[in-house]
């Protein structure tokens, strides 16, 4: 895992105890969030995730910070593939 120093965290914050990707199953299945306004109202938001969206990891955004570069890199890659790995998409009908 990426260590990252941050200089804002507070000692009393312990996480070495984290685990990556404990959450990642509730996430692509999307979340509400809660905004709670200065005025006293609130207003609460549902966040699905788009369809195909993938995360990078944090050492990987370095590289591509949008989704044109992702993609292009990607495209480099294909014609590398041999056609044996080529694989359907999970949601593909079968024909």
Known sequence: MVQIEDNNIRTEYDFKGGVRGT???AMQAGYM???H???GTTVVKDVIP???AVVLESDIQAYF???ESVNSA???L???LSKKHKTKPKNASTQ
């Open 23 to 25: 959450h990642y199953r």
């Open 33 to 35: 969030v809660t905004i």
């Open 37 to 39: 306004k200065a005025d």
């Open 50 to 52: 788009k369809k195909g």
């Open 65 to 67: 910070p949008d989704s």
């Open 74 to 76: 990607l495209r480099c």
């Open 78 to 80: 294909i014609p590398l």
